[in-house]
């Protein structure tokens, strides 16, 4: 698990990207940098860290399941994970 301090600081991450979306776009399209430098750093959707849904683990993300591969091996052992289900042959 990761600690509560980081994920809350990725959240935070998230928020500011959603809330400057918008103008980011419209200052990229324009062309004004010196605005863009002027926003805040952690705007910047670069800065966001894929991270696991449950854990926060940032290391073995599954981006079509959004969970780390710890989780998802757990999940899908337990059947948590529709139609996945361990390979045996």
Known sequence: MAKKSIVARQT??????????EKRAAL?????????DKLPK???PV???NRCQ?????????RYFGISRV???DMALN???PGVKKASW
Not at 12 to 21: E, G, H, I, P, Q
Not at 28 to 36: I, P, R, V
Not at 54 to 62: E, F, Q
């Open 54 to 62: 449950l854990t926060g683990r940032p290391k073995g993300y599954m």
């Open 47 to 49: 800065r966001l860290k």
């Open 71 to 73: 989780m998802f091996r």
């Open 12 to 21: 935070k991450r998230k928020a500011l990207v959603a809330k400057f979306a």
């Open 79 to 81: 059947g948590k994970i």
């Open 42 to 44: 952690n705007a910047s």
């Open 28 to 36: 990229k399209e324009a062309g004004d940098y010196a605005a863009l």
